[in-house]
């Protein structure tokens, strides 16, 4: 089982992503999912999560009023719409998945694959 991460690309500041987590199949419909992301130079760090319900969400404080998480009606893909982007928020983006419901901001056990996200001063 893959998680796919797509969307990222390069924007202005003050623009806006958004990025999709897409799995094969059914995969981690039940799963909390969450987004990280990994400047250079910097540790990875935690973005947002979501249970696997959908119905709570998590934030790291830099993310809070302007990224939201969410997950489609079939709960396999997860996104996080970025609006206000800043300079600061350039980054690799990882999609993640743990093996509870529970959404927190360490302890997943699945990975994708990053997507580069550049926003341009």
């Known amino acids: 089982v893959q998680l796919q991460a797509s969307g990222g690309g390069l924007v202005q500041a003050g623009g806006s992503l958004r990025l999709s987590c897409a799995v094969s199949?059914?995969?981690?419909?039940?799963?909390?999912r969450g987004w990280f992301r990994q400047a250079p130079g910097k540790e990875r760090e935690f973005v947002a999560a979501?249970?696997?319900?959908?119905?709570?969400?998590y934030y790291a404080d830099s993310a809070k009023g302007r990224f939201t998480i969410s997950r489609d009606s079939a709960k396999s893909t997860v996104y996080l719409q970025m609006n206000s982007l800043k300079p600061e928020d350039t980054a690799v983006y990882y999609c993640?998945?743990?093996?509870?419901?529970?959404?927190?901001?360490?302890?997943?056990?699945?990975w994708g694959q990053g997507t580069q996200v550049t926003v341009s001063s």
């Open positions: 993640a998945a743990r093996k509870s419901v529970i959404p927190t901001t360490t302890g997943y056990e699945f």
């Open positions: 199949g059914r995969a981690f419909c039940s799963n909390a």
């Open positions: 979501i249970s696997g319900s959908g119905y709570s969400t």
